[in-house]
């Protein structure tokens, strides 16, 4: 028997393109933590928005499910179809071209399946910024950041990677295509399509290109790490460094005491800044567009304050690039030194800055209380209010006994969130993985509004279905 | 004979705030240039969002219509009811609280009838800054800033009031409120209804709360005011000075000699800054988190090379604050000038930065060739490709008789912004007054995915219909 839907879409992208075998769309399947793999109908591959236009209006004439899908280094199962075989995977992949950098209006236009890092790196030739930087930038897709308004680094200065867009193309639930590839700063005629379209998850709609924001390139950047005594006292830090460095501060990262040791016992060929132990660790860093002088001095004057009022208690600026690498270096193997240690449970949450202290003291209580002697890896984004808040069997406890516990130590940490008015996803986006806490945090109100839109701008239902709602 | 609605409304928020004589009602129904005046069934000043809840589900029962206002300085017709006499006035100026500054998050959490200038003078007294600033900030409230999504003199540095605002309260369109109020930077759980209520003019919702973003107050501001040759040498100044001063640059407007000669020519009081006369005039406000000399020395800088590299002629730079208010009055005295010049037309229109020069040549061409000799009186904030671009009559020809010829100028204008992928309105949204033009310069693609969002949210169409769609 033919498949009348797969035939339209061979006519369409061409055979080569519709891949159908097991073999062929393994890699289309999996997860990227490799925790979950799906069943798909086809992968398809479209090379333009038109062809992706083409293939969204069979889907709605045949009712085929599709799950749009780019770099899949999402961390929620927002990419990967489920397990009915019923779903046609859209990979945006051949769409990665970079059509055109407008110096002037300090633009870039994309397609959706350029990856980050090619944007960055385009933006650098054209001596200016794409600020937005995340470990997955050597295999994301820019598609794939606009959809899940990925975060990252930069947010602080910069913002997420909905400030960091000024216009969108998107093939439509009905397979038309809307261009609202707009270059402008301020644009007041009608409702906001763009941002609502990020952060959908590829639920609305399907991304096919994007106007970016370009910046200046700063003449400098210099890093330093400070150590402290609680995460009351790095919030104290920030905000004299906020006022100290304004705009110019553009990161700040916490570190607690067992990230830095994990980082030391899986990783111990990076350097240790400091003799001595600490309860927690800051990582700063400020950008200049005058000279390396001028970051240094913004840098080294906040440090000293800090240092004269008591706020921090020891602290290593580097002097080098080289020394800035070492010192990021330490940030980024925080979660390669996690997998080395073995499994543990993830939360991505976001908080007011003003809570996070209370925050994190009372969750720690709680958890103890119910597992006792497991470990906090708390680190992330403090500038931002954001924290990967993992938690970590007791020592000499077996990780897989532990991981069993998944649902009633998530359910721990969320509410605490909750009850402190934060996210239970400040940037990697609900998926499938997060759908059901949905439910719980947001209220009715909120759910039938998004469900209200849900339907309105796709009344099949064929737009990635499962996730967000 | 009884009307149960006015009766129902005089129940749930007391007799004397349902306004219905026309005494009473006047000055809700006018609107801010006094060129149309509406008819309204009543005037409702609900004192809290539980009651304009209860006033908005009073309004589904009996299905009438409503126009949430706040201080009713929107130039678009967007706030005044229409003339049936059929709606009623829902003001939101007795919710005015400023309800809480949270410092340490940089957060300030408002009522909607607040007014703008309220607020900044709240923030400055925390020792932060809010800083969106624009001509009707005496009067405006944050609600009417949200709702059209307001842009004015700070945007290049800070955004648009979107950029300003972490979360919401709204009461929608089913008399339910949504409290949206989050202090938080990232958040990624589910459709982004705060961007969405943004700007949409009250025709999805009731802005009744805000949570808006604060930021360190500089230390220093400094002005400079520029002459140069054309538009196009403005740009390229424009481009030196972000890259010379990063985010330190916090306005840069463009003036039209046309546009100098009428300030000294109404208010001959004001200081002419250069001793001859040049054709584009450009205002630079550089903003230091340290000092004012640092403040001084990128100023300075960044037009030292302009002079240097032949991009500009002259330039004055304020030392004191008395100057750079000097220099700022002639900016703000354009459209006083204007007013006392006799009417003309105007347009908020921006453009891609990099097409502003163009844009700005071929336009005047064209207005050239149908109205010969008419006076183009453009300026705007150029740092965000945003032109108050205004048309008066030439030297001698009656005001009247050239402003009966609105639909022509305008369409000329409109119809070559669309050309060089600009936008119709900047920064004061669409309302009433730009309704029609919405149909002819939007796709139908979008103009649907609009009404569908619409109809989803306001099914009975009673928020401020005949507005935007």
């Known amino acids: 028997m033919t498949d009348a839907f797969l035939e339209r879409c061979r006519q369409l992208i061409g055979?080569?393109?519709?891949?159908?075998?097991?073999?062929?769309?393994?890699?289309?399947?999996?997860?990227?933590?490799?925790?979950?793999?799906?069943?798909?109908r086809a992968v398809l591959r479209p090379a333009s928005a038109a062809e992706v236009a083409q293939l969204v209006q069979a889907c709605g004439e045949y009712r085929v499910p599709l799950v749009p899908q780019g770099g899949k280094t999402g961390l929620v199962l927002g990419s990967v179809p489920d397990d009915s075989g019923l779903e046609v995977v859209l990979s945006l992949t051949r769409l990665n071209r970079i059509v055109h950098i407008d110096t002037?209006?300090?633009?870039?236009?994309?397609?959706?399946?350029?990856?980050?890092?090619?944007?960055?790196?385009?933006?650098?030739?054209a001596g200016l910024l794409f600020p937005l930087s995340l470990a997955a930038e050597g295999s994301c897709t820019i598609g794939g950041n606009l959809s899940t308004n990925a975060g990252g680094t930069a947010v602080l200065r910069y913002g997420n990677t909905r400030e960091l867009c000024l216009g969108l193309e998107v093939v439509t639930a009905q397979g038309e295509v809307w261009d609202g590839l707009r270059g402008?700063?301020?644009?007041?005629?009608?409702?906001?399509?763009?941002?609502?379209?990020?952060?959908?998850?590829?639920?609305?709609?399907?991304?096919?290109?994007?106007?970016?924001?370009?910046?200046?390139?700063?003449?400098?950047?210099?890093t330093a790490l400070v150590a402290t005594g609680?995460?009351?006292?790095?919030?104290?830090?920030?905000?004299?460094?906020?006022?100290?460095?304004?705009?110019?501060?553009?990161?700040y990262e916490l570190m607690s005491d067992v990230c830095l040791r994990l980082v030391g016992r899986h990783f111990p060929h990076l350097p240790r800044p400091f003799a001595q132990e600490h309860a927690q660790?800051?990582?700063?860093?400020?950008?200049?567009?005058?000279?390396e002088e001028h970051a240094i001095g913004l840098l080294e004057g906040a440090i000293g304050d800090a240092l004269e009022q008591g706020i921090i208690d020891d602290a290593v600026v580097a002097t080098s690039l080289a020394q800035s690498r070492a010192l990021w270096n330490i940030r980024e193997h925080i979660p390669l030194a996690q997998a080395a240690d073995g499994k543990n449970l993830k939360h991505d949450v976001s908080l007011p800055i003003s809570r996070i202290a209370d925050f994190i003291d009372q969750t720690a209580a709680q958890l103890q209380q119910a597992f006792p002697g497991c470990q906090l890896v708390c680190f992330g984004h403090l500038g931002d209010g954001n924290l990967h808040y993992n938690v970590a069997p007791a020592?000499?406890?077996?990780?897989?006994?532990?991981?069993?516990?998944?649902?009633?130590?998530?359910?721990?940490?969320?509410d605490s969130v909750h009850v402190f008015g934060g996210s239970i996803s400040a940037e990697h986006g609900i998926g499938a993985l997060k759908r059901s806490d949905l439910t719980r945090y947001k209220s009715a109100v909120e759910l039938n509004m998004?469900?209200?839109?849900?339907?309105?701008?796709?009344?099949?239902?064929?737009m990635n279905p499962g996730k967000i709602l």
Not at 450 to 462: E, Q, S, V
């Open 395 to 414: 020592e000499g406890q077996s990780h897989d006994e532990f991981l069993a516990n998944q649902a009633a130590v998530s359910r721990i940490v969320h």
């Open 450 to 462: 998004m469900r209200a839109i849900k339907t309105a701008l796709d009344p099949l239902g064929i």
């Open 281 to 291: 660790y800051a990582l700063l860093e400020v950008s200049s567009n005058e000279s």
């Open 104 to 125: 002037a209006n300090r633009t870039m236009l994309v397609q959706a399946g350029c990856i980050l890092q090619q944007i960055q790196d385009a933006a650098e030739e």
């Open 15 to 40: 055979a080569s393109h519709v891949l159908t075998s097991h073999a062929d769309m393994a890699s289309y399947l999996t997860d990227w933590r490799g925790r979950f793999t799906g069943r798909a």
């Open 230 to 251: 609680s995460p009351r006292r790095a919030l104290e830090l920030l905000s004299l460094a906020q006022d100290y460095c304004g705009a110019s501060l553009t990161a």
């Open 184 to 222: 402008l700063r301020k644009d007041n005629t009608g409702y906001d399509l763009r941002d609502l379209f990020i952060g959908a998850e590829g639920t609305l709609g399907v991304i096919t290109a994007a106007v970016l924001k370009l910046y200046p390139q700063p003449k400098a950047t210099i």
